[in-house]
């Protein structure tokens, strides 16, 4: 008998990430960019993955028994339905039901962060932890709590809100509207917002080519790392808002790891020591001794990887 | 055969308090001063109250089948020791060994805001939830988290320290060190701070009498409920930043209730209103929905009650 194969799936504002996951940890992966015009290009982009994927199992001789997929926003766990995506245009979605239908396999959907959660969790930097949070840095800030050994949803699914908790109250706004909060200061869009404020006033960024009045957070490491000093302290500042929310998160939870993945963990050596100094000096000491803070063994491939297991753990 | 019964204590600065429960629900309490000078003069206040509620169940026809204490500060559960308490001389004790060798009782002791969060869970506010969080606003903010119907400890025991999330990053200091954190700002130390700040500005409160330049936080509450308007406003932002801080473990645990209990909260008339606002200001909006925030139901003996429950549950 052929091992095991569930097909996962991550679909991001500009990229669709599929994996097939084989027996308890082969993968597979190919990644497209998302046409995310309509609800009805990113349902096609989505499907396009699913037929290679499952061409791609047929080659190896296995067939998919199910297929997860993680989205960031607000999701349904429960009924499968997307509520609400800040990257994509789909609101009130029922996305298991429509994707079940269309390939004939058991599908679940979650939130992107609770499957990179899951994924580092199962085959990554937190293998073999029971508590364990994960935070996504990206353009956003999303979270995923692992409590016992499994994803914690809480009372309604819409736990680990992670990017949501405030650190300074009154401070900068985002698109959320929650002022202060973590991602309004942690972010790659608050980094690339400072940036922006910055270049207004005249700053020319040393090391990097400016188009127009908006740098991205990649530009802004770039011009740190070329040693331009304002760029530097955007990255300090970064980080010292990251370790004050990851000190809350601490207090909270007292998980045994803190696991980071995203986009902006490719900044690591310019905003990992001031969030640590912020770690240490707001969490409380017990906590702060039982904790190991580790970036991502899977990248950018968790969301998917994740949702795969989803799909295998939920077909058990 | 009698019903079982279990004694709890919790050993507060200024007062222990102790309970027999009797079967399911029947509760007998009573308190003593807390002689605070010496670690021998907490254990004999906790022996005495241990001694009058065991002659109450002698004349019940009830015999105690275990003993529980909470107590506030650093807790260790597993061990039963006593880390650090910022209340009571108390550091590195082996509590539950001490206190089962002079009792012959099992015993355990965990964090007071912990056990007031179980007695609420099980006999209170939170009756029936299975993800609940509990906050104690006294002179410090403690909290305690269930999760699946069951205390939750973290990976070292120390979880759910709620009053040192951050929410106000370089915000006013506290006696933890944490500036910014829920403590330094919605506490009652944290009121009274603010009074006393107030009062050497030369502000005069209506309707109390001043002692010297300190004013307790019923003052204050006293002093806002005759009209003052310095002290009302002080009541406000009391309430906002606890909305803020109650947001931050809404997004994060989208708990179905929080609870709330401790002796501020007899101020609720003057700080419910504005901490709502900052809590539905910052509350993603499905978390927000989902959770009911209520005042405790066993008031100022839920830590003891708490205690008991714990050490019956422990029993089974």
């Not at 994924?119 to 840095?137: D, M, S, Y």
């Not at 309604?156 to 900068?172: D, K, Q, R, W, Y």
Request: hydrophobic share 40%; net charge negative; proline share 4%.
């Amino acid at each position: 008998m052929s091992e095991p194969a569930f097909i996962g799936l991550d679909a991001g504002g500009t990229r669709t990430r599929g994996v097939l996951l084989v027996g308890k940890g082969r993968v597979t992966s190919l990644a497209r960019p998302t046409d995310g015009r309509s609800e009805e290009s990113v349902l096609r982009a989505l499907l396009d993955v699913i037929r290679d994927l499952r061409e791609y199992a047929g080659r190896l001789g296995v067939s998919p028994l199910g297929l997860g997929v993680g989205i960031a926003g607000y999701i349904d766990h429960e009924r499968g339905v997307v509520t609400e995506s800040p990257n994509l245009p789909l609101r009130d979605l029922p996305l298991r039901d429509l994707l079940g239908r269309e390939t004939g396999l058991p599908t679940v959907v979650d939130n992107d962060a609770n499957c990179a959660a899951l994924a580092e969790n199962r085959l990554g930097a937190g293998r073999g932890c029971r508590h364990q949070v994960h935070l996504t840095l990206g353009t956003g800030i999303g979270g995923g709590i692992i409590i016992g050994g499994e994803l914690y949803r809480g009372a309604s699914g819409s736990a680990a809100e992670l990017g949501h908790i405030i650190v300074l109250e009154g401070g900068p706004q985002t698109a959320c509207g929650h002022g202060g909060c973590l991602e309004a200061l942690a972010s790659g869009s608050a980094v690339e917002r400072e940036a922006k404020l910055l270049m207004e006033e005249g700053w020319m960024p040393l090391g990097v080519k400016v188009k127009g009045s908006e740098l991205n957070a990649a530009d802004v490491a770039a011009a740190a790392r070329a040693g331009d000093p304002a760029a530097r302290t955007l990255w300090e500042r970064m980080g010292h808002f990251l370790g004050v929310g990851m000190a809350c998160i601490i207090n909270a939870l007292n998980p045994e790891r803190l696991t980071l993945s995203g986009g902006l963990t490719e900044a690591w050596d310019l905003f990992s020591e001031p969030m640590m100094e912020g770690v240490s000096r707001h969490a409380v000491p017990l906590s702060f001794e039982a904790v190991r803070i580790l970036t991502s063994e899977l990248g950018d491939w968790g969301g998917a990887i994740g949702a795969a297991i989803l799909s295998a753990e939920a077909a058990h």
